[in-house]
């Protein structure tokens, strides 16, 4: 019979999975090293080792800022959606589409900055962005009315099939 190891002979990283993973939602980096009893840069050099680790799986590492999360990897949604026999399906006006854009490349973003690029209001897209979970409010400029800056979500990442923001297709010149 093998003998299980115990958690104190495990490496950081597998320690690490098993916490992300039971969390099933973003977690914070300084809770994740908390929680493991390590310091930020013993974790911050674990997750590489993670992340190999998870290399040509169904799971894959989504790092968000200062926030991980495992996810099912964009090949393997076919399999899962299947499985679930549910489809994932985000019905996105052209308007909010053209939002959700704005901000993911402009990020942050005011209000009024996304309506000097599309030209139009854009107050129930952003309603229907939040309400998805795509976008989040980040902050509030200290300038004359103290306008919201809008930014994109780990959600939005999900969504899209992206890990991180940087996989967006370049923006054409025209």
């Known amino acids: 019979m093998t003998e299980t190891p115990s958690h104190a002979q495990l490496p950081l990283e597998a320690k690490a999975e098993a916490v992300i993973f039971a969390a099933g939602e973003p977690v914070a980096l300084e809770a994740l090293a908390r929680a493991l009893g390590c310091t930020a840069a013993e974790l911050e050099a674990s997750l590489p080792r993670l992340e190999g680790s998870l290399a040509g799986r169904g799971l894959s590492l989504l790092r968000q800022g200062d926030l991980v999360q495992l996810v099912t990897t964009p090949a393997a949604a076919a399999a899962v959606q299947g499985f679930l026999q ?13 939002t959700v854009a704005v901000i993911a490349y402009r990020q942050p973003v005011t ?3 996304i309506e000097a690029v599309r030209g139009v209001s854009c107050d129930s897209s952003l309603r229907t962005l939040m309400r998805l979970g795509l976008i989040a409010e980040l902050d509030r400029l200290d300038q004359p009315g103290r306008p919201i800056t809008y930014g994109t979500t780990a959600e939005f990442l999900r969504t899209f099939g992206l890990r991180e923001l940087d996989e967006l297709p370049p923006l054409s010149e025209s």
């Open 86 to 98: 549910a489809e994932l399906q985000v019905s996105l006006s052209a308007a909010a589409m053209e």
């Open 111 to 113: 209000r009024i900055q």
